[in-house]
């Protein structure tokens, strides 16, 4: 059984702390990725990484930062949390690259900064 | 980029009824996802259609892709409550799949017993 876990169900940070969200997937996929999800806005894709070490920004990638040392973990640090990043932070991999494939995700962290 | 469109945003059906969702999107595309999400948690995966397929089943759902009008429909058949839950399509940002899909806003379904 193919599996994308995240680090946190629920997650509560205060103002300027640093957060880090953890991803690891168990299906060697080459790609993964962080969206958040906000109501009435659906999911917007912050960073993505198709190799280690390597990353692409998405469509939001101000205020966050990413990390992928190995190929199943994708590491979203958010430097300095505020209040408009409080969200639900899904993770995903696939293996496709071309056309897009069906994507894997994991159970999503709810981040709530105060 | 791309980008998805549900419709309706809400639904609201008894138990054993069909439903139907449909999806917008802009741009031409290699192919078009389903995605269903419970309560909170993260997406799964129902169908992936191809550009070039018309429709498709799998088990109690049916796909179908217009790409002329840039349209694709979920029908969900004879729903039970556990198919209470968010749908949303979803395309490929660009043309290739290791740089993520875009994602309508979904629509939100409630089967009532």
């Known amino acids: 059984d193919v599996k994308v876990t995240q680090s946190s169900r629920y997650l509560v940070k205060r103002t300027g702390e640093k957060v880090f969200l953890e991803c690891v997937q168990d299906?060697?996929?080459?790609?993964m990725f962080w969206y958040r999800q906000d109501p009435g806005l659906g999911l917007r894709l912050i960073y993505f990484?198709?190799?280690?070490?390597?990353?692409e920004k998405g469509d939001i990638p101000e205020g966050y930062s990413v990390s992928r040392e190995k190929k199943e973990r994708f590491s979203l640090i958010l430097e300095s949390a505020s209040t408009n990043q409080t969200s639900m932070y899904l993770c995903?991999?696939?293996?496709?690259?071309?056309?897009?494939?069906?994507?894997?995700f994991g159970p999503g962290t709810r981040l709530t900064v105060t | 980029s791309q980008q998805g469109e549900e419709d309706p945003q809400a639904l609201s059906i008894q138990e054993g009824e069909n439903a139907t969702m449909n999806c917008s999107y802009k741009?031409?595309?290699?192919?078009l996802q389903w995605y269903r999400q419970n309560s909170g948690r993260g997406l799964v995966h129902l169908i992936l259609?191809?550009?070039?397929?018309r429709e498709k089943h799998s088990g109690r759902l049916r796909v179908t892709l217009d790409t002329s009008k840039k349209s694709s429909s979920l029908l969900i058949t004879a729903s039970r409550a556990a198919d209470t839950a968010s749908y949303f399509c979803?395309?490929?940002?660009?043309?290739?799949?290791?740089?993520?899909?875009?994602f309508g806003k979904g629509t939100h379904l409630i089967i009532q017993p």
């Open positions: 259609i191809r550009s070039n397929e």
């Open positions: 299906m060697d996929h080459e790609n």
């Open positions: 979803a395309t490929g940002r660009s043309g290739g799949g290791a740089d993520g899909l875009t």
């Open positions: 990484s198709y190799d280690v070490k390597m990353k």
């Open positions: 741009t031409s595309i290699n192919n």
């Open positions: 995903a991999s696939t293996q496709g690259t071309y056309p897009p494939g069906e994507q894997y």
